[in-house]
């Protein structure tokens, strides 16, 4: 089987075009001018300068307030990466800048072209007109000629043009996750369960790494230009797209609920936007203690989170960091970003369920004509709406840290009243799924031990509880079934500290250290995943987060290092999260693409030491061979174990339910002819478990003193080292009518 994917050369192709300069032409350019001292006589609510190195010319475009009067002379450092390559004092009245010389108090508006001299081109070297993201800032001080006292500080940010944040690259990473995961769904269907587990896997984890990315970009940390961009790319991950149209009526609703739109992108011929990508505490108080507008609803108890609109500074210019930086580089008003994320997920759901209907009617409509095997997809076909439930909660799961951190941002920011409700519906609604859910699969996994001392037993032979509620423990061995409440546990604290402590970036950076050293050390641990190159896989994942926690840190400035140090720390940042998503992509893409050139997929992976492959049964494979099959099929209208309701609480239709109902009712049950020894008659007394169903941590590592099952050989993988055979060859020899399923009679 083949499939087509994206290779990983399109993503470096992608990053390679940034450094293309034939296309463009090289230029320098400024768009906001920053004080850097508290007491500034002088700042821009406009700042628009381009420096343009082949005809030596400057076009500067500033809207000023200056209380400055006499003559001035300008220090000026341009500083990159923290290392500073220019330092030079100007004198306004030898450049010959009309307004400047001697500067008045009051309002400038100056916008005029001037020549630059050729000398400069030759200080500023060839790679800061193509290396992406440039660290750059000019910083002037202004000093009074007579007295030599400084009046005023300003800064301006210096870039290229060239960025790392590319449309290119983020539909890359969107096709191949998506293949990914329609690679496995199809692997699936097709019954190679073992294949599609992995590869599913290898996706979801692949996924939740790219989140990652993003939710680094929401931290209210300054971060260097590379780093913002680097995790732009990602934050589609996030529902974080712009589409025009969408936004136009994200911005009709909130008005019709009670809101008030921002309009920063409105303002931007008038105002300045200053991403900001240095400490607050370095600049003027006005800019982080004033803000436009604040939201009155929120309680006393929550005074100390982040208030709802943007900040601006004393000279009008605004300031955007944490989640209204990404907003503001998305070009989404920040009044917007909540319905933005909200709408994109709400439409993955809708797509989603529209795609899974149309595969179902396609697949019989092939069926019928004889264009495909009347077998092949069976299982799906039979309980399409069961595996519906088990993709609409695998939906839930991979959207929920995106809606935790944008409902609970919601709330301290209170746009609209409606959508407030709507962050209420969807943060509860999301956290009881995914909690309801949990807990079934633990109860479902107690029972399994406490009827046959294995876990997996049941988690894995029900098709109906395989299938819906599957995605949360598949991934992880059998006695790890748990572990999804520590993940969801993991995923709500780091939403918490996203969403809460906007303008706190020491706070953030700390909790979220904690927050990943906590998960590296649990995984490296207890090591829950389902086998050792599923564990390294995710353990890499981990580890790589905590690193970047602690440069996050860093960039915090608890340490009150020098900024050539943020500088060097912002590229080993980019560097490595760009090398090891790529690595990451390979090893998925290869991993794919293998598997569907093997004639049988599952022969690539080696069986998991729970047996779970043992206890797994297709529904393809079990085609009625006997009369009593027939009739089974028959009864059941060809429908297997599947029901149509939609109910989230079906025990009582679950084959686990009714082997529970089997094994207690000693009266009622008989035995096949073939039957184990020990297992025939009457059982006075129900077996128990050694084991205390109570304790959700069962050891994988075989210890010896676990009991003999009494319903059958010790183990699976015993009888297939006795008869030298694939856990397929053993169904096959020994496939039980599915009358038998699930009560134990096949063991």
């Known amino acids: 089987m083949r499939l087509p994917y994206m290779r990983p050369a399109l993503l470096l192709s992608a990053l390679a ?159 191949i996750a998506g293949l990914v995961l329609c690679s496995s769904a199809v692997l699936n269907g097709l019954g190679h369960s073992n294949a599609a587990a992995h590869i599913a896997s290898g996706a979801l984890s692949l996924f939740g790494f790219f989140q990652a990315q993003a939710i680094l970009g929401m931290m209210s940390v300054h971060l260097p230009p590379v780093v913002q961009s680097w995790t732009q790319d990602f934050q589609w991950t996030m529902g974080i797209i712009n589409v025009d149209f969408l936004q136009d009526i994200f911005t009709w609703y909130q008005r019709a609920t009670g809101g008030t739109p921002s309009t920063i992108f409105d303002s931007l011929t008038t105002v300045s936007v200053q991403v900001e990508k240095r400490a607050l505490s370095v600049l003027p108080e006005a800019a982080v203690g004033i803000y436009r507008r604040s939201a009155a609803l929120i309680p006393r108890a929550a ?80 309980g399409w709406l069961t595996i519906l439930k088990g993709i609409l909660f695998r939906l839930t799961l991979i959207g929920y840290p995106q809606m935790t951190i944008l409902c609970l941002w919601e709330f301290t920011q209170i746009d609209s009243p409606a959508e407030v409700v709507l962050a209420i519906f969807f943060l509860v609604g999301m956290t009881v799924t995914l909690g309801w859910a949990a807990f079934k699969v633990i109860r479902i996994a107690r029972r399994s031990v406490a009827m046959h001392r294995n876990p997996a037993y049941i988690l894995f032979s029900d098709p109906h509880a395989l299938n819906k509620w599957g995605f949360l423990y598949v991934q992880f061995r059998a006695s790890a079934y748990y572990f999804v409440i520590p993940v969801l546990g993991y995923t709500f604290v780091k939403s918490l500290f996203i969403a809460f402590a906007q303008g706190k970036g020491n706070v953030q950076a700390i909790g979220l250290l904690l927050i990943e050293a906590g998960a590296l050390i649990a995984v490296s641990v207890l090591r829950p995943w389902m086998d050792k190159s599923t564990n390294s896989f995710n353990i890499s994942i981990c580890a790589v987060n905590f690193i970047n926690a602690i440069f996050l840190l860093i960039f915090s400035d608890v340490f009150d290092q020098p900024a050539l140090v943020n500088g060097v720390i912002g590229l080993i940042l980019f560097f490595l999260n760009a090398i090891f998503a790529t690595v990451l992509l390979i090893m998925v893409i290869v991993s794919t693409a293998l598997v569907f050139y093997r004639k049988n997929p599952d022969g690539r992976y080696q069986f998991m030491a729970d047996d779970r492959t043992s206890f797994m049964k297709s529904q393809s494979q079990l085609t009625g061979t006997t009369e009593l099959d027939a009739l089974a099929a028959t009864a059941r209208k060809a429908g297997g174990y599947y029901k149509p309701g939609l109910d989230l609480d079906d025990d009582n239709e679950s084959i686990s339910s009714d082997s529970m109902r089997r094994r207690t009712d000693g009266s009622r049950l008989s035995m096949p002819t073939g039957s184990s020894p020990e297992s025939k008659g009457h059982l006075p007394n129900p077996p128990r478990s050694p084991v205390d169903p109570s304790v959700p941590l069962f050891p994988a590592n075989g210890s010896s003193n676990r009991s003999i099952s009494p319903y059958g050989p010790s183990s699976a993988s015993a009888f297939r080292a006795q008869n030298n055979s694939t856990p397929t060859s053993f169904r096959a020899q020994h496939n039980a009518s599915p009358w038998q399923r699930g009560a134990g009679y096949d063991h």
């Open 303 to 382: 005074t100390g989170l982040m208030k709802r609109g943007n900040i601006t500074t004393g000279s009008g210019s605004y300031i955007v960091y944490g989640i209204q930086r990404v907003a503001f580089r998305a070009g989404i008003e920040s009044t917007n970003l909540f319905l933005t994320g909200l709408v994109f997920y709400s439409l993955l759901v809708v797509f989603t369920v529209g795609g899974v209907a149309a595969f179902k009617g396609y697949c019989e409509l092939a069926a019928k004509k004889k264009w495909m095997k009347s077998d092949t997809f069976l299982e799906f076909r039979n």
């Open 17 to 175: 075009a940034v450094h293309s300069g034939t296309a463009e032409e090289a230029m320098l350019s400024s768009t906001s001018l920053n004080s850097c001292q508290t007491d500034s006589q002088f700042s821009a609510s406009l700042f628009n300068v381009v420096y343009t190195p082949h005809n030596n010319s400057a076009s500067i475009n500033v809207v000023a307030t200056s209380s400055i009067e006499g003559n001035v002379t300008f220090n000026v450092n341009v500083v990159a990466y923290g290392y500073q390559i220019i330092s030079q004092s100007l004198n306004p009245c030898d450049l010959g800048l009309a307004g400047l010389c001697p500067m008045t108090a009051g309002k400038l508006s100056l916008k005029f072209n001037f020549d630059v001299d050729a000398s400069a081109k030759d200080q500023i070297p060839g790679i800061a007109y193509t290396f992406p993201d440039l660290d750059a800032t000019v910083r002037v001080v202004l000093n009074k000629t007579d007295t030599h006292e400084t009046v005023a500080c300003v800064e301006a940010d210096v870039s290229n043009g060239k960025t790392v944040d590319l449309l290119a690259v983020k539909w890359v990473l969107a096709i």
